[in-house]
Structure formats: structure tokens, C-alpha cells
């Protein structure tokens, strides 16, 4: 009699073949969800990146707008901070300041939260698109080129006149035995105007718009300023406004006709 074929072989080759069937039914909609859901996180991450795409960009759109809006007054900003110190090097940390100052009050006022913490964590080359667009404008202008922190006051008057004849005016130095307190005098459309040209390492205080105002009613002047290569103190300013004196950066003599037809109206 032969002997029973054992059951283990048979068992395990049937359960083989029912795994070969049945795993693919259960694993099929694993694998489904699986993908699903890998396609789901890359869509996430995909939309993530273009969100973030979209903000960087509109943030940096925002600044350079603000900053090509203010380009002009930044730069006499610059012109006005950046000094030389005894050994001709270039001193930025005014400007720096500056700088800080106008991204923190102006920039930032103009972009939305999320813009704001993205230009945050790239302030660095944010000060630098504010350098170089400053830097590149005053290249472009020959009165920046014309200009040396290294002019003596004697030679910086002879410059503000020269500024002004090219801006159409009859502008003369005036002797310095009787200039009371007037440096430069000049004409043009039958409008008469005296300067006060001060070539200052630091802000220009009060006494050069007393001065100015006094020059302006001895010289029967319709107009009187005080000119520099610097700033002005507060209290100069406040007493500029009391006294119809303007403050002028030595670039603003290109502009004197406009600046005076506004200050008529």
C-alpha cells in the first residue's frame, strides 16, 4: 500500500498561489492611495514654491518702485552723508544709517506682512539694490562728477556760481570785503538771488540763515539761500521757514527756476 502524500507541500503550494491572487487585490488600493497621495504632496510643494515665487516677487516689485519713486531724494540723501575722512576714504556710516532708516519707514510700510519677512531675511541685498541705484544715478549726473569733497570754500563758491550760469542764470562771486554774508549773487527773468555757499563736514546751522537773511534785504534781493555740500540743522530749517530762506543741496541749483516758480505760487 502506498503511503499518504504528506499535506505540508500541498498546504504551502496552495497558499502560494492564493497570495499571488489575493495580494495584488488587497495591495491594488494601497498602492492607489499611495500614489494619490504623492501626487497630492507634490501639487502641495508645487503651489507651496509658486506661492512663494509670487511673494518674493511682488515684494521686490514693491521695493523697487519705492525706491526708483525716491531715487532723487536719496541721492541728494547720499550726496549729502557720504564724507571723506582726512585721508580721502569715503565715510558710509551716515548713509548706512540712512538707509536702514528708509527701508524701515518706507519700504516696509508699503508691503504686506509676508512680503515684509521675506525682504527681512534678504535685507542685505535690499541695501544693496539701494546703493546701486543711488550709485548709478549720481554717475549720471555731471554735477556729482564736477563735485570734490577736496574744493576749498573759495573754490566751492566759484562752483555754485558755475552751476548756476549753466542753468541759465548771470551768477557772480561776490568780493569778500563786502559781501555781508552773500557769496554768490545772480539773475535771471528779472529775479534777483543771493547764496550763502557753505562747504561743511557737518550740518549747516543757524547762523548762515541769519546771515543770508540779512544779506538778502542789503542786496534788495528777491530771494535768499543758503547752499552746501551737507545737511541742515533742525532749527536752521525751522528758522529758514520764518524767514522765506531756502535750504539748497549744491544739485538743486540745476532746478532753481522751478524751485522758485513754486515757491511764487
Not at 25 to 43: S, T, W
Request: with cysteine; hydrophobic share 45%; net charge positive.
Amino acid at each position: 500500500m502506498r503511503p499518504k502524500q504528506p499535506l505540508k507541500p500541498v498546504l504551502a503550494t496552495f497558499l502560494a498561489l492564493f497570495g499571488l491572487v489575493l495580494i495584488p487585490i488587497i495591495l491594488k488600493p494601497l498602492l492607489i492611495f499611495a500614489l494619490i497621495g504623492g501626487i497630492a504632496v507634490l501639487f502641495f510643494f508645487i503651489l507651496r514654491s509658486n506661492r512663494t515665487t509670487r511673494i518674493r516677487q511682488t515684494a521686490w516689485r514693491k521695493a523697487s518702485s519705492v525706491i526708483h519713486n525716491n531715487l532723487d531724494h536719496l541721492t541728494r540723501r547720499r550726496a549729502q552723508l557720504v564724507r571723506q575722512d582726512p585721508y580721502g576714504r569715503p565715510l558710509f556710516d551716515k548713509w548706512t544709517k540712512e538707509v536702514e532708516y528708509f527701508i524701515e519707514h518706507h519700504i516696509s510700510l508699503a508691503l504686506a506682512p509676508e512680503e515684509h519677512q521675506h525682504l527681512q531675511s534678504q535685507r542685505l541685498e535690499l541695501v544693496g539694490l539701494v546703493n546701486q541705484l543711488t550709485y548709478l544715478r549720481m554717475q549720471e549726473e555731471p554735477v556729482f562728477r564736477a563735485f570734490s569733497d577736496d574744493m576749498t570754500p573759495s573754490e566751492f563758491e566759484l562752483f555754485c556760481a558755475e552751476q548756476l550760469r549753466l542753468a541759465g542764470w548771470d551768477a557772480q562771486v561776490t568780493m569778500r570785503s563786502r559781501d555781508q554774508g552773500v557769496d554768490v549773487v545772480a539773475e535771471k527773468s528779472r529775479r534777483r538771488i543771493v547764496l550763502q555757499c557753505k562747504l561743511y563736514s557737518g550740518p549747516v546751522g543757524n547762523g548762515a540763515v541769519q546771515e543770508i537773511a540779512a544779506g538778502r534785504a542789503y542786496e534788495h534781493a528777491h530771494f535768499g539761500a543758503v547752499v552746501t555740500n551737507s545737511r541742515y540743522t533742525a532749527p536752521a530749517e525751522q528758522l529758514a521757514v520764518a524767514n522765506g530762506i531756502l535750504l539748497l543741496h549744491y544739485r538743486d541749483l540745476a532746478n532753481l527756476d522751478a524751485m522758485l516758480s513754486d515757491r511764487a505760487a
